[in-house]
């Protein structure tokens, strides 16, 4: 599954495949973790028969290639030099990730809605949340990562794939990985993690564009690959792992709010 995620993210750059599907895996089972007892029944009960919110956790990613007005759903575009997210700059129609989490949650919180609209509302939900934690995804610059060349363990890739699936292969097996992240999250900053608004966590991993993914990036002539040495990995693994712990958070809290 790892070489398969990378393999899509090597080939296929313009996707954006933020986390990979490992990633966006580990954050619903975290969050699973962290529901309610309602909010279990609520997704049940909103899910075809035998399906997995874990193994729809890349749906909106499949669709996008068909329905290729998700696109832009998936990023917002924070100029790297600015001071962070701004509504009439960065998403003046709201048809960003920033956008499109505050139309699904509504959705997702209406008793009005019709079950196919509630159940692609928890699909898109669950995968926005998870892509506004890779930080490539809340920043406008080289088109999210994608036209940075770097050289990362003897491959070629660009940093977006880098930060989608090339640094998180390096780390535990998604077992190993799903176990260390889940023990490691406490009440304390779960309950701050559960508050605050899309804006503030877009802001969040903007800020981690700024300081860690650009800001720790090697010097390279103009064209030229980066190369990604152990240092940047270093100092990279801790920012991944509190990313997903607090996306798998979020996801949670979205999803026990007003569970029927």
């Not at 874990?54 to 998936?74: F, G, I, M, N, Y």
């Not at 899309?198 to 802001?203: R, T």
Request: with cysteine.
């Amino acid at each position: 599954m790892r070489s398969l995620a990378l393999l899509l993210a090597l080939l296929s750059p313009q996707l954006g495949l933020s986390w990979g599907m490992e990633g966006h895996r580990l954050i619903v089972r975290i969050a699973e973790g962290l529901l309610s007892r309602a909010a279990r029944e609520d997704i049940a009960a909103t899910l075809a028969p035998g399906e997995s919110l874990v193994e729809l956790a890349s749906w909106a990613d499949e669709v996008r290639k068909l329905r290729k007005e998700t696109e832009p759903w998936h990023y917002v575009d924070i100029p790297l030099n600015s001071a962070g997210f701004d509504w009439k700059r960065d998403c003046p129609e709201g048809n960003c990730v920033v956008g499109k989490i505050a139309d699904f949650r509504k959705i997702w919180r209406d008793p009005r809605a019709s079950a196919t609209t509630r159940r692609e509302a928890l699909l898109f939900l669950v995968h926005f949340v998870g892509d506004l934690h890779q930080p490539l995804h809340c920043v406008d610059m080289d088109r999210g990562g994608n036209d940075v060349p770097v050289r990362f363990r003897g491959e070629h890739m660009n940093l977006h794939a880098l930060w989608d699936t090339a640094l998180l292969k390096q780390m535990p097996e998604e077992e190993q990985l799903f176990s260390k992240l889940s023990q490691a999250i406490r009440w304390e900053p779960l309950m701050k993690w559960s508050q605050g608004t899309i804006e503030d966590w877009a802001n969040e991993s903007f800020h981690i564009a700024q300081q860690t993914v650009y800001g720790l990036l090697p010097a390279a002539a103009s064209g030229e690959s980066r190369e990604i040495r152990e240092s940047y990995e270093r100092a990279t693994q801790p920012v991944i792992e509190l990313q997903l712990e607090r996306a798998a958070v979020r996801v949670a809290a979205i999803l026990n709010e007003n569970a029927r």
